[in-house]
């Protein structure tokens, strides 16, 4: 069972379209991650957000993080085909130690010209 | 900085053998972590390492074991190898004590068990 949960688990978009995934828990995160993973690739971080209802925007995207950080959405914007990728949300939990993080599922994302 | 350096990018063992995959961390980060990326479990998280010791560990059998050096290199072992540990091997490194907690990852190892 995984800690986080995203969904959808797949998205298949045409260019210029928006979407949005998301990201959920029961347990409160003290700072979660967005990756993003390009096959046989490690994960290229996006974005860390730490502070409850915190919003942070890199460029198309923007990154929320819910008012009690049990939960976070990425929305982009005017998707290009350069945003293909598994979109992977990771928490950092007070009761773990630094170097542990919880990964959710993944969100395969397609965007066709 | 350079980034997370993992080596080698891809190996091929047969069932039984042991493989040791190697990582350098990010200058200046005291924390390496490992995590076991498979199609089906997703992102596992194996142990970590701060300061040559082992700070956590995941919920991995004893097969799967690793070791820091003083530089903050570490590497991972795996003994008698089996058929499921075929999988992306990824080490992400870390400051360790401030900051987010925010990690870096390596470019992974792949290997492939026969």
């Known amino acids: 069972t995984q800690l986080l949960e995203q969904s959808p688990q797949f998205l298949s978009i045409q260019e210029g379209e928006n979407l949005t995934v998301y990201c959920n828990s029961s347990s409160v995160f003290s700072s979660l991650q967005w990756y993003r993973q390009e096959p046989g690739e490690g994960p290229v971080l996006l974005v860390t957000?730490?502070?409850?209802?915190e919003v942070k925007k890199l460029k198309r995207l923007t990154f929320q993080f819910g008012d009690a950080r049990k939960d976070s959405s990425l929305h982009i914007t005017a998707a290009q085909p350069g945003d293909t990728g598994l979109y992977l949300c990771?928490?950092?939990?007070?009761?773990?130690?630094?170097?542990?993080?919880?990964f959710g599922a993944g969100t395969q994302v397609v965007v066709t010209p | 900085k350079a980034g997370v350096t993992q080596t080698p990018r891809y190996l091929i063992k047969t069932r039984g053998q042991q493989v040791t995959l190697s990582c350098s961390p990010i200058s200046g980060h005291r924390s390496v972590s490992w995590y076991q990326q498979t199609p089906g479990q997703g992102l596992q998280f194996l142990f970590e390492y701060f300061s040559e010791t082992q700070r956590n560990k995941g919920n991995f059998p004893g097969r799967f074991s690793g070791r820091q050096f003083s530089n903050s290199r570490s590497e991972m072992n795996v003994s008698t190898l089996e058929l499921g540990d075929s999988a992306l091997y990824l080490c992400?490194?870390?400051?360790?004590?401030?900051?987010?907690?925010?990690?870096?990852f390596g470019p992974g190892t792949r290997l492939t068990v026969l």
């Open positions: 990771a928490g950092g939990r007070a009761t773990d130690s630094w170097g542990k993080l919880q």
């Open positions: 992400a490194s870390s400051p360790g004590t401030t900051g987010t907690g925010t990690q870096y």
């Open positions: 957000v730490v502070t409850g209802g």
